[in-house]
C-alpha cells in the first residue's frame, strides 16, 4: 500500500490510537479520580503506580506499549514504505503526549515510545538491563527513561551509519527520544534539586 491519502490516513489513526489516555481511564474508573491533578500530572503508568497501585500500573503500561507497537506492526502489514512507517511511530507518542481526549495533556511518551521503538529496531531491548540497573540503584524512573532514550538513540543511529538500519527509522527513534525528554522537564529539573520523586513513594488521593 501506498500513496499519500493511505499514508495520511495511518497517521491519523497511529495519532488518534496513541492519544487514548489510559491512564485517566484508569484513575477515573477504579477510584473516580482524574490523574492529572494528582502527582507529576502525567496519564502515563509512573503516575499511575503512584496513584493507583501496581496492577493497574501494569495495566496501563501494557495498553500504553501497545498503542506505540501496533500501528508499526500495521503499516508493515499493509505494505507502507519506511518513511510512512516511521510517521507511523512517532505519531502515537504525540498523541499519548498531547492528547486531543483530555485537553492536549497526557503521559511522558515511555511506554508507547518503547513500543514505538522496539517494533522499529528490536534492538531497543539492549537499553532494558541499563533501565533496570538505574531504577535498582537510584529508585528514579525518570532518571532511567532519560538515560534509555539518550541510548537508544544512539544505538539506532550506530545501526543506521553501519547499514543495518534504516534512516528514517533511526530518525523517528530520535524523535521520539526528544520528546521522551522534552516531556520531562520538570523531572530533570527535580532531579537537579534533590526533589524528584523516587518509585515507591505513593502519592495520597
Not at 495511518?10 to 488518534?16: E, H
Not at 502515563?44 to 496513584?51: D, E, H, I
Not at 531504577?135 to 545501526?159: D, H, K
Amino acid at each position: 500500500m501506498s500513496g499519500l491519502p493511505a499514508g495520511v490516513v495511518l497517521v491519523v489513526f497511529a495519532f488518534f490510537l496513541g492519544a487514548i489516555p489510559w491512564g485517566y481511564v484508569a484513575g477515573r474508573v477504579t477510584q473516580g479520580i482524574d490523574l492529572r491533578a494528582i502527582g507529576s500530572g502525567g496519564t502515563g503508568a509512573t503516575n499511575v503506580l503512584r496513584s493507583l497501585g501496581g496492577k493497574a500500573s501494569a495495566v496501563v503500561f501494557t495498553l500504553d506499549f501497545l498503542k506505540g507497537l501496533l500501528p508499526v506492526f500495521i503499516a508493515r502489514f499493509l505494505g507502507f514504505g519506511d518513511v510512512w512507517i516511521a510517521l507511523a511511530a512517532v505519531a502515537p507518542v504525540v498523541g499519548h503526549c498531547w492528547s486531543p481526549f483530555i485537553a492536549f495533556k497526557g503521559g511522558k511518551g515511555v511506554a508507547t515510545g518503547a513500543g514505538a521503538a522496539i517494533a522499529l529496531f528490536p534492538q531497543t531491548l539492549l537499553a532494558l538491563p541499563v533501565m533496570a540497573v538505574v531504577v535498582w540503584s537510584t529508585r528514579y524512573v525518570s532518571l532511567a527513561s532519560l538515560i534509555s532514550a539518550v541510548l537508544v538513540s544512539a544505538l539506532a543511529a550506530g545501526f543506521a551509519a553501519a547499514g543495518r538500519l534504516d534512516w528514517p527509522a533511526a530518525l523517528a527513534i530520535t524523535a521520539i527520544s526528544v520528546i521522551i525528554i522534552v516531556r520531562h522537564n520538570a523531572n530533570i529539573l527535580r532531579l537537579r534539586d534533590g526533589t524528584e520523586r523516587r518509585i515507591g513513594e505513593r502519592v495520597g488521593v
